[in-house]
């Protein structure tokens, strides 16, 4: 009975053997991984389209009137301003022209 041993397996059956469970346990742990990969992206996707459906913050708010008094005291400092020659005609122009609607 020669080349074929009976008991414990030879050099080539162990090397084979330990093949099959180093490539069992690289699949297996190949897919855990990918798995966990999944999953962890599904969760972050679901954050982004949670953050996404939430209402988004209203517009900023136009910037409200002066109220008259606040007008007419800013329209007679700029008259003053151009009485005393501190602003030019353009100049007093644009800056009424800024504080009326």
């Not at 041993?5 to 030879?10: L, N, T």
């Amino acid at each position: 009975m020669r080349g074929r041993r009976v008991g414990r397996p030879g050099l080539l059956g162990t090397m084979g053997r330990t093949a099959v469970v180093a490539g069992t346990a690289t699949a297996v742990s190949g897919r855990v991984a990918r798995n966990q990969n999944a999953k962890a992206q599904e969760q972050a996707d679901a954050q982004a389209a949670e953050q996404q459906a939430a209402a988004p913050p209203p517009p900023p708010a136009a910037p409200a009137p002066p109220p008259a008094d606040d007008l007419i005291s800013q329209l007679e400092r700029l008259g003053s301003l151009h009485a005393q020659g501190l602003l030019t005609d353009e100049e007093f122009a644009a800056a009424k022209g800024s504080l009326l609607p």
